[in-house]
């Protein structure tokens, strides 16, 4: 049974960092695309159609970015760990968001970016930012 559990997720005032945690377990990292998705509170309760991609990763390392996060933001897994992160810099008071991670469950190249592609979900961890 896979499991994905994220961390790190706080307050933070705008300009500051904060780095988010995958965690795991049933599910290797390293083999799968992976990625970051992020609903906001004005769309909190609608489905996974809601969520907007942040970051995606291939089973090669190789990373997409949503225009409005690229240079801000950074993704990257530990296969020691099998974690996935989110290294968000310079935050932004519209970064406020819950965030989620996501696995796909075969495909490891031509990493899809909508939400509706990806099987395998954590439970999100609340990231807010102060202006």
């Known amino acids: 049974q896979v499991h994905l559990v994220e961390s790190g997720g706080g307050s933070v005032e705008a300009g500051g960092s904060l780095r988010l945690s995958c965690a795991a377990s049933g599910y290797a990292v390293n083999n799968y695309c992976m990625g970051w998705f992020r609903q906001s509170q004005r769309d909190e309760g609608e489905g996974l159609a809601f969520?907007?991609?942040?970051?995606?990763?291939?089973?090669?390392?190789?990373?997409r970015y949503s225009d409005s996060m690229m240079g801000r933001f950074t993704i990257s897994k530990d296969n020691a760990t099998n974690t996935l992160h989110l290294q968000m810099d310079s935050l932004k008071p519209e970064d406020t968001a819950v965030y989620y991670c996501?696995?796909?469950?075969?495909?490891?190249?031509?990493?899809?970016?909508?939400?509706?592609?990806?099987?395998?979900w954590g439970q999100g961890t609340q990231v807010t930012v102060s202006s």
């Open positions: 969520r907007e991609g942040v970051a995606i990763i291939d089973r090669d390392g190789r990373t």
């Open positions: 996501a696995g796909h469950y075969f495909e490891f190249r031509n990493c899809p970016a909508g939400p509706m592609e990806y099987h395998y």
